[in-house]
Nanobody, 115 residues
Framework: QVHLVDSGGGLVQAGGSLRLSCAASGDTSSISTMGWYRQAPGKPRELVAI???????NYADSVEGRFTISRDNARHTVYLQMNGLKPEDTDVYSCNGRSYGADYWGQGTKVNVSS
């Protein structure tokens, strides 16, 4: 079992920055891939960024060059550094962790970017 807790969302002006954190607990050594997803009301969940166990990363085209995903294995934490935020980045962001083929989710953290 894995438990994930998201944090770091908030209100920011366009062009600003935020850093999201996802703290993992439980069977953290079993986690292979971790990622961030976002979802607006009435829309499907969208992949933002993922990082796998060898630190390979992948990003959605819409955030490439602005967002950076990283992981601190000693702290069992994954971060999403978001720079150059745009109003269209406004969403609820949720952390995902995959362990033995099962997906675990954080509770979500709201990011609101004002124009």
């Amino acid at each position: 079992q894995v438990h994930l807790v998201d944090s770091g969302g908030g209100l920011v002006q366009a062009g600003g920055s935020l850093r999201l954190s996802c703290a993992a607990s439980g069977d953290t050594s079993s986690i292979s891939t971790m990622g961030w997803y976002r979802q607006a009301p009435g829309k499907p969940r969208e992949l933002v960024a993922i990082i796998i166990s060898d630190n390979t990363t992948n990003y959605a085209d819409s955030v490439e060059g602005r967002f950076t995903i990283s992981r601190d294995n000693a702290r069992h934490t994954v971060y999403l550094q978001m720079n150059g935020l745009k109003p269209e980045d406004t969403d609820v962001y949720s952390c995902n962790g995959r362990s033995y083929g099962a997906d675990y989710w954080g509770q979500g953290t709201k990011v609101n970017v004002s124009s």
